[in-house]
């Protein structure tokens, strides 16, 4: 068992006091040598702390893996034509984006383009993998002065930081072809 520094001073000064002159003067130097001995500086991370550290990120990192299951995300809609809308800007009625592939169909006649804008049935913004109420969104209608068309979601969160995935489907057996 080992002393430390203010023992020693203690020790020293308590000698001193029953001491002769001269031994009480030496006595009494030491004690001051042992109180000017500058403190060690106290680490305040050693390694005992790092192995420790490293066990609760272990332990807290096999309870969260193991409770929580991976992240899988929601599958695309099936139909005859998907697509996945992004680029949304926020406007007054909602979040618009513009979508490419539900354009008019195109034919060639004689070497003519014919443009078609008849639509058997209108197209559906799906949420993830489930159709949006038709109060949820609008479609704009086909147009021979473009070749996209805008869709608008009426929702309160962005739609390009909400994690969620809107589709524009179509279940029109014409756009097969495309």
Known sequence: MGYSERDLEALC???ANHAEPVE????????????SV???PKRKFG??????AVVVVYALWTVIYFTYPPFVPSPKPTAAMVEQLVGFKKTDTGWTARTYKFAPRETFVRGKRIFDFTEAA?????????????H???????????????VTIKTTDDPNTSGKR?????????????
């Open 13 to 15: 000064e308590a000698l």
């Open 24 to 35: 009480a003067a030496a006595l009494r130097q030491m004690a001051e040598n042992y109180r």
């Open 38 to 40: 500058p403190q060690r």
């Open 47 to 52: 390694l005992r702390q790092g192995i420790a």
């Open 122 to 134: 209108p197209p559906v913004v799906y949420e993830n993998n489930r159709p949006m109420p038709d």
């Open 136 to 150: 949820s969104y609008d479609v704009d209608p086909l147009s021979p002065n473009t070749d996209w068309r805008f």
């Open 166 to 178: 809107y589709y524009l489907v179509s279940s029109d057996a014409d756009h097969r072809d495309r």
